[in-house]
């Protein structure tokens, strides 16, 4: 297998259980499958949702604040849970992470957006797997439902994929990829293995999220899936519930959505 630099994005949906919790099964899979491929030769960069979530099941409150700066805070204590808890992943199978949190600002600052490129190849060329996250405990943009920038940091992942020049893009999603109907509507909806061109009957097929601890859904995953493969890279949407789900895409299986870059 040709030896790639691969950007995974995972879901607040996927880490978390319905109550808030982290899925420590499925973090550990996945650690260990992003862990594989880094021994591999592969480049491996992971965009990581759920610091809210698993901020409000670590502080115990009954439900996900409302107030901005209480989101903050939460985001704040989430995001060292959620740290925690992928060094402790990876380490055990031999793996250093690095953690970068991003605002839209880091983005949209040319000298900002080069330190940040800079910071991302010092920790891959030093064999290192950076996990990426929105910072929720400083933007506004992203807790703030009507200003999103982001959407479940789907369209943050397809930027740290061009950013970093990935080949691939892989979403992994609470639902196994695009359907030519709603599956949680029509048991008899089929999904779509493969997408040439994200045109306006594409776009039509997209609803919104499917779960009430994620911000993302469909729509922000055509987003990112637009621009991913209009700058040249590959991007797939499967189910996160099995990591290795990953190892497929890589394979050539057929598995999930698979999203085709434009040519260059």
Known sequence: ??????????????????????????????????????????????VSSGAIAVGV?????????????????????GQCELMHIYDKCFGEYGNIVGQILLTADDIAVKAKRRNITNTFEALLENGMIPVVNENDSISHAEIESDKKVFGDNDMLSAIVAKLTEADRLIILSDIEGLYDSNP????????IHRVD??????????????????????????????YATMHG????????????????????????????????
């Open 1 to 46: 297998m040709e030896k790639q630099r691969i950007v995974v994005k995972v879901g607040t949906s996927t880490l978390t259980g319905e109550n808030g919790a982290l899925m420590l099964r499925t973090i550990d899979k996945l650690a260990q499958v992003l862990s594989a491929l880094h021994n591999e030769g592969h480049q491996v960069i992971l």
């Open 233 to 264: 890279i590959d991007m797939h949407i499967a189910h996160g519930i099995d990591p290795q789900n990953i190892y497929r895409i890589l394979e050539g299986e057929e598995c999930g959505t698979h999203f085709v870059k434009r040519a260059q």
């Open 57 to 77: 099941n670590k502080m115990r409150l009954p439900k996900k604040p409302t107030d901005v700066c209480m989101k903050q805070a939460v985001a704040a204590v």
């Open 197 to 226: 061109d994200i045109n306006d009957e594409i776009r039509g097929l997209a609803t919104g999220t499917s779960s009430n601890r994620g911000t993302g859904g469909m729509v922000t995953k055509l987003e990112a899936a637009e």
């Open 184 to 191: 949680h509507i029509n048991p008899d909806a089929t999904l």
